[in-house]
């Protein structure tokens, strides 16, 4: 399943980031050319992420239309089906795909680990006579 290995991919490009800190949301950024089905995706992240000990971990998809550029009369625009790769405003099929290939982690969220409540003044302890 084409799905499952793109989750194992992101978590082996979370897993540096997060450290040992508990990641509580990645966000995901899938063009429309790349064939995923978010819920496919979302389903396959849940078994790969305990697998991977990221449990509590959700993804969070931002899809990006796929787009064309015009090589006939220069405009880009978004297309609606992969299918058709032609230019919606001139019919021109001279069109160069520019968006719709993306597959980024654009940015993961960690829950803070424990705020630093460990007093600094432990170590001042004032000595009294
Ligand atoms: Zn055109």
């Given at each position: 399943?084409?799905?499952?290995?793109?989750?194992?991919?992101?978590?082996?490009?979370v897993?540096?980031?997060?450290?040992?800190?508990?990641?509580?949301v990645i966000?995901?950024?899938?063009?429309?050319?790349?064939?995923?089905?978010?819920?496919?995706?979302?389903?396959?992240?849940?078994?790969?992420?305990?697998?991977?000990?990221?449990?509590?971990a959700?993804l969070?998809?931002?899809?990006?239309?796929?787009?064309?550029?015009?090589?006939?009369?220069?405009?880009?625009?978004?297309?609606?089906?992969?299918?058709?790769?032609?230019?919606?405003?001139?019919?021109?099929?001279?069109?160069?795909?520019?968006?719709?290939?993306?597959?980024?982690?654009?940015?993961i969220?960690?829950?803070?680990?424990?705020?630093?409540?460990?007093?600094?003044?432990?170590?001042?302890?004032?000595?009294?006579?």
């Amino acid at each position: 399943m084409h799905e499952l290995s793109l989750c194992h991919a992101i978590a082996g490009v979370v897993r540096p980031h997060a450290a040992d800190r508990e990641v509580s949301v990645i966000h995901v950024r899938i063009g429309a050319l790349r064939q995923v089905i978010p819920e496919t995706l979302t389903f396959c992240w849940d078994l790969v992420a305990a697998q991977e000990g990221f449990d509590g971990a959700r993804l969070e998809i931002d899809p990006v239309p796929a787009s064309v550029s015009c090589a006939s009369c220069s405009v880009t625009s978004d297309i609606e089906s992969r299918y058709s790769t032609s230019c919606p405003v001139c019919g021109s099929s001279e069109v160069s795909v520019v968006g719709g290939e993306e597959f980024l982690i654009t940015s993961i969220d960690v829950r803070s680990a424990s705020p630093s409540a460990a007093s600094s003044s432990a170590a001042t302890t004032p000595e009294r006579a």
